[in-house]
């Protein structure tokens, strides 16, 4: 059974301003639930349905849930298909706790090496999702989204993110607040663009920041006139360049590699 | 004017089956429509409105069009909004002509070293246009989509692609009759895996196949079986995999650095 209320927070929560009223986002489905789970954020509670328990996946997961103490409102089939964002919503939906995350919080986590992703005013959260997916894949520390970035814990960017978003540390900020607090604790800028050089050729790339741009625009000037060096992929092709997501993957395997 | 025949026939391409029968598809926005006119591909006709001639930009591509002797039918603004299939279709829509294009074609533009991108059932056309703009900027000389990938001309594939659409060889085959076309031209075959070798191990790629997956099962274990190598992205970090057009970006990148 859900209460008329708690069916209500799972609606609004598909729209921004209730997901930061309430501190609180939506994760739809097994493998989604599943890296929940298995992440350091707090599950609220779940909602289920008998299909879950069908396969022996959602059996454990049932099971997961229960053994740490999680309410599990069990509701029809139809109920959850009717609350679910997806076509295939897999019997499970969870309501977990954003992280309260701050570059002060950052700066006590990312001794020694570390390559950290900022987020210029990328506006379509699949590519957000992937973005966040690719850092945590290739060792990246943390994301940053500047001003003009669609919310993190839009439920198209958590299923692009497959899990991603639960494990690394992604901070909103602003420019005015974020560049002192680069240069404070000494990492190098590195701006992406199409006509910028290798990272071969960018020397210490022991701390660096790399910002990547929104899809149309690129990086505002802004950072541009702030950034230590502007790196981007030698393309030996015909496209004039790559997506952002594209584009973020070379740069980020390169630094890390 | 627009005849209520081209009017329908517009409607129509906005699905699969009708492009191929009419072997056509839809080119919507102004930079769409530049790059395919900067393309070898026809384009039967285009739809415009006033509102196109408003930019310069929009001004030179009608200009363009009209120097051309396309046949542009001029509508009203709300006649292209209810024709169009993004929220700001700019002011123009083109109808192209798909080029035909199999195996024994591209042998014969494939001399020498070349790294051509096969996709085995890639679902998403997002996924679909971005792997083409990927293939098309970093050097790869062909794609090649095998049964159960997205259809290269829906018109999400044709944005994604921004342009790359129009100039890449795309063909669509099986694999039994890849397979051997691939022994006889030459190519090794590297299939993706989250388990492959890093690319720097895997010897001669000087002429190379590189097949990635579909977005949730991978490649299939037929093509698998029938691979001279799996190919990887080392990853150092949390996330298990990359998605498709990250991995695909990474391994393109390094094997024609």
Redesign the interface.
Known sequence: MLSIRDRKLLTALERRKAREREGAFRAEGVRVVEDLLASDLTVRWVVSSPGLKASKRGERLVAQVEERGIRNHQISETELESLADTVTPQGIIAVGEIPQRDLARLAAILAGDAVILVLDAVQDP?NFG?LV????????SAVIALPGTVDSWNSKSVR?A???LF??PIVRTTWPELLPWLRQEDFRVLASSAEGDPISQVGDIRRVALVVGNEGAGISDEIFANADRGVG???????????V???A??LL?EL??
């Open positions: 699949g992937t997916r690719t850092a945590d894949a290739v060792g990246a692009a497959a899990g991603s494990r690394l992929v030698p393309l030996r092709g015909h496209a004039e360049s790559l997506n997501t594209a584009a993957a070379i395997y890390l590699r």
